[in-house]
Structure formats: structure tokens, C-alpha cells
């Protein structure tokens, strides 16, 4: 049935156009069948920079279409670059980076290496660690928000049956020296199993004779851990690292949920601010120049990275 179809569709197809294709390489072919979607993808996606890069240079708002748009230059930029409350906003989204992703790889490994030993219910533990990945962010941000209410939230029991403190006595998101901390501990908790299943790929990619040369020549387990255990499993913790810190340097619904930017301006991250800026205070210029200066700064530090990642993979 399959070449009755094909026949009927190379007869039904025009000598010229038939020549034409017999003349084609793969390579060519394959273009034909990737070109509409290479140029949706670039429509949707370079058109908005392109529009977003040239607003950045006016004082357009888009509660006001009608208005004037003035064309400002630099100025977007510079009140950016000198303004303290962005310089707080970067902090504050460093702090959360840095820590976040300190925890994640530490404890993402470490689960990775029990999770590789196979013992025993061993699936059904890599199945339990790694159901808060699968919850929406939403989910988790208002299932923490229960669990911190000093009152009746379960987190507040845990510490005060450890430290002995009062669980009334403190709110994880109500402190302006908590509530940073409470964000790191629910985006731990949330994508640690992230890391690990990227190390647990990594552990197992090792080959067992490895191991086993490495005990002829009589090295420890210590020694073996450091000397390939961890140089080989490098690679695919950097590459961890690399998608944890663009997706929380991004991060905005879970915070939103859990302390909506506050106590104050402690947990305002640099994606809150930006909606704040482009859809509460209107100052659509304003808030594209700040966009682009993310996506550089971004794409920079992600290239640097990327390149030290792949030295790392050449050795």
C-alpha cells in the first residue's frame, strides 16, 4: 500500500520539479524541512529583542499609546547603572543564587552517590526524592507558605524541637533576616533532585574497570573519590550549575508566592522588579533597558561558562 501511495505521488509530481529534487543533497532537503520553523523561531523571538532594544532608548510607556515617545539615547541606561534599589534588587538576586545552588550541588551529589550504591528500595527512594521537582511552582510556594505560619506551620515545630526557641517567636517570611533564607531553603528543597539525577547520570557513565585498576594499584576509596570519581562527574555538575543559575537568575513565581518581593524590599529579585517596573509603574522604556541588561549580563556569564565548561571536558 506504502508504494502504491509513493508511486502515484513521484507520477503526479511535475519533470522539472522532479529533476530539481533528484539534483538535491541530503543536506539541502533537509533545510527545505527545517527552514519554516528556523524562521517562526527566529519571528518570535529576534523580532521582540530587535523591539525591545529600540524601545529601550525611548521614554515610551504603554499605558500612555498616544503620548509623544521622546528619544532618550543612554539615559534608561544610565539611571539603571546608578540606581541603588537595582544595585539591592542584584544583590539580593546574587545572594539567592549563590546560596541556592551551593546547596543544590552539595546535596544533589551526595544524594546522587547513596542513590548509586543500589541497595534496596532503591527506586522507590529516587522516586520519593524526586517528586518536588514534578509540583508546580505555584503549588509548592503556597504548601511552604502553610508550613512557615508561625502559628500552626510545621516548620517552625521542627526548629523549635532542635534549638528549643519559642515556634511564635519567629516567621520564616515575615523577617527581613529570614525571609532571604526561607526562599533558599524551598528552591533547595524543590530542585536539588534536579542535580542529582544529573549526577547519578554522571556516577553511572563511569566505567566499573575504572574502579577496578584503581584497586590493583591499591589507591583508597578516598583516593579513588577524588582522583575519578569527582573529576569525571565534573562536567555534569557544571552543566547542572548551568541550568540551576539561568533558571533562578529568572526566578519569580515561587518568590511571588512565598513572600511577594517582601518583607520590604529584601526579597526583591531582579525579575520582580522588572515586572514591577514594566506593568505597575508603566515605564515600558525603562523596563526594556533594564530587560536587555539582564539578557547581556546573562548571556555573558553564561558564555565564559560555557567555555570553561567545555575546557573542562577536554582534559
Known amino acids: 500500500m506504502s508504494e502504491t501511495v509513493m508511486d502515484r505521488a513521484a507520477s503526479a509530481t511535475p519533470t522539472k520539479v522532479a529533476r530539481r529534487i533528484k539534483g538535491m543533497s541530503d543536506r539541502t532537503i ?184 584503581a584497586e590493583c594499584d591499591r589507591a583508597s576509596k578516598w583516593r579513588q573519590f577524588w582522583t575519578i570519581t569527582v573529576p569525571m562527574v565534573l562536567p555534569f555538575l557544571m552543566l547542572a550549575v548551568l541550568f540551576r543559575g539561568i533558571e533562578n537568575f529568572k526566578m519569580f513565581d515561587l518568590v511571588v508566592q512565598l513572600t511577594g518581593g517582601g518583607p520590604g524590599n529584601t526579597t526583591t529579585l531582579t525579575s520582580i522588579d522588572l515586572k514591577r517596573e514594566a506593568f505597575e509603574k508603566w515605564r515600558t522604556g525603562f523596563s526594556s533597558a533594564y530587560a536587555i541588561i539582564l539578557f547581556v549580563t546573562v548571556f555573558g556569564l553564561a558564555s565564559i561558562y560555557v567555555k570553561a565548561l567545555n575546557k573542562v571536558k577536554e582534559r
Not at 35 to 64: G, K, Q
Open 30 to 213: 533537509a533545510w527545505i524541512f527545517v527552514a519554516p520553523t528556523v524562521f517562526l523561531l527566529l519571528a518570535v523571538n529576534i523580532f521582540p529583542l530587535i523591539w525591545t532594544i529600540r524601545l529601550s532608548f525611548t521614554n515610551y510607556r504603554a499605558n500612555r499609546p498616544n503620548a509623544e515617545v521622546e528619544w532618550i539615547g543612554l539615559r534608561n541606561y544610565q539611571r539603571i547603572l546608578t540606581d541603588s534599589d537595582v544595585w539591592l534588587t542584584m544583590q539580593a538576586t546574587a545572594h539567592f543564587l549563590f546560596w541556592t545552588i551551593f546547596f543544590q550541588v552539595i546535596l544533589g551529589f551526595a544524594l546522587a552517590w547513596l542513590i548509586n550504591k543500589k541497595f534496596k528500595g532503591n527506586d522507590l527512594w529516587t522516586t520519593i526524592i524526586v517528586f518536588p521537582m514534578m509540583l508546580s511552582p505555584a503549588v509548592v510556594g503556597n504548601f511552604w507558605t502553610f508550613l512557615y505560619q508561625p502559628q500552626i506551620g510545621l516548620f517552625n515545630y521542627v526548629v523549635a524541637f532542635f534549638t528549643g526557641a519559642d515556634p511564635a517567636s519567629f516567621s520564616m517570611i515575615g523577617e527581613v533576616a529570614l525571609a532571604p533564607w526561607a526562599i533558599v531553603i524551598v528552591d533547595t528543597w524543590m530542585w536539588t533532585p534536579f542535580v542529582m539525577l544529573i549526577c547519578l547520570a554522571g556516577l553511572r557513565s563511569i566505567p566499573d574497570t575504572i574502579y577496578e585498576a
